[in-house]
């Protein structure tokens, strides 16, 4: 398997643009994590799937921000407008859950996105 | 709620030298999971191990070893004759229990380990 899949790995924006990330988990697997890594706050959970279903988008800093996953293979992270304080590396990760719960996590290469 | 703490920001050692990472980790629940994850400048991040709740059997693999103590809600890992090609961020991680359906992982912030020639 390839792994888990982030596109793009780079994205440099001007304020206000819309900006989408996307993420191809890992075959078979069924839960989905976006999360960001700042200096600031370290590594946050940003929302996670499980089965394609938000199950706790709590940590989406504000309405800006959406995630959605249409299907099991496919999830989009999109900032809508954004600002210089979204400047951060986004990473997706996909676990597998279902006979065997205690799987680790396994993550994409991340995004990093610079906002100017 | 849950919480893991590395109080340890940053560590400089000389190689060849042992060096330990802390994590403590607090939750509620009686079934966890604990993680170590890897992060080297390159920024991917790197699974290590897991550890459940219930296994306090400690681990060794290769130079590494992690210390699982329950009683103390610790989870610490030891690198033995550090190398410069461990000089990474070392994340301690904490999920609950799967049919809770909380399955996302809470991260510690991280210790930047140094290791000089």
């Known amino acids: 398997d390839a792994g888990v899949i982030q596109s793009p790995r780079h994205e440099v924006t001007e304020m206000g643009q819309e900006v989408t990330l996307r993420c191809k988990p890992i075959?078979?697997?069924?839960?989905l994590f976006w999360y960001r890594q700042t200096m600031m706050r370290g590594l946050e959970l940003l929302i996670y799937?499980?089965?394609?279903?938000?199950?706790?988008d709590s940590g989406m800093p504000e309405d800006r921000f959406s995630a959605k996953m249409p299907n099991a293979s496919f999830s989009t992270l999109k900032i809508q407008p954004s600002e210089p304080r979204d400047s951060a590396v986004y990473f997706c990760?996909?676990?597998?859950?279902?006979?065997?719960?205690?799987?680790?996590?396994?993550f994409g290469q991340g995004t990093r996105l610079t906002v100017v | 709620a849950q919480k893991v703490t590395q109080a340890q920001t940053e560590i400089s050692v000389v190689e060849k030298e042992d060096v330990t990472l802390d994590c403590v980790y607090e939750?509620?629940?009686?079934?966890?999971?604990l993680f170590w994850y890897k992060q080297p400048p390159s920024g991917e991040l790197v699974f290590l191990i897991r550890?459940?709740?219930?296994?306090?059997q400690n681990e060794i693999s290769g130079r590494y070893s992690w210390n699982f103590q329950k009683s103390t809600s610790s989870f610490n890992f030891t690198i033995t004759a550090s190398q410069v090609v461990d000089s990474a961020v070392y994340f301690c991680a904490l999920s609950e229990a799967w049919d809770t359906g909380r399955r996302a992982l809470t991260f510690g912030s991280g210790t930047r380990l140094q290791v000089q020639p």
């Open positions: 939750t509620r629940d009686t079934t966890y999971y």
């Open positions: 799937f499980n089965n394609n279903v938000p199950i706790d």
């Open positions: 990760a996909s676990r597998y859950g279902r006979d065997r719960p205690n799987t680790e996590a396994f």
């Open positions: 550890r459940n709740s219930f296994d306090e």
């Open positions: 075959s078979g697997h069924n839960s």
